[in-house]
């Protein structure tokens, strides 16, 4: 298994900026993706980004070109710089890690876009 801690969330204006990072550890070789998800009240949760093994990178739509999701494997991190936020991006946002036999998840952390 892999133990995930966010860290970053809080509360920024509209067109802000944040910065998610996730500190992961275990198994750390053995993950074969990891990714942001999502969940805002009463919707489901969604998967906002997601990075392979490879390097490649998927988005949702509606964070294209405002989102960027990277890795640090040298401290088997990974982060989420978000640009030009905005209200609707208000939701806990969760850390995940998959490979075979396990989809880990962190404790989530707030983040509130308001004026």
């Known amino acids: 298994q892999v133990q995930l801690v966010e860290s970053g969330g809080g509360l920024v204006q509209p067109g802000g900026s944040l910065k998610l990072s996730c500190a992961a550890s275990g198994i750390i070789s053995r993950i074969a993706t990891m990714s942001w998800y999502r969940q805002a009240p009463g919707k489901q949760r969604e998967s906002v980004a997601i990075?392979?093994?490879?390097?490649?990178?998927n988005y949702i739509s509606s964070v294209k070109g405002r989102f960027t999701i990277s890795r640090d494997n040298a401290k088997n991190t990974v982060s989420l710089q978000m640009n030009s936020l905005k209200p609707e991006d208000t939701a806990v946002y969760y850390c995940n890690a998959r490979g075979i036999g396990f989809n880990d998840w962190g404790q989530g952390t707030q983040v509130t876009v308001s004026s």
């Open positions: 990075i392979f093994s490879n390097g490649s990178r």
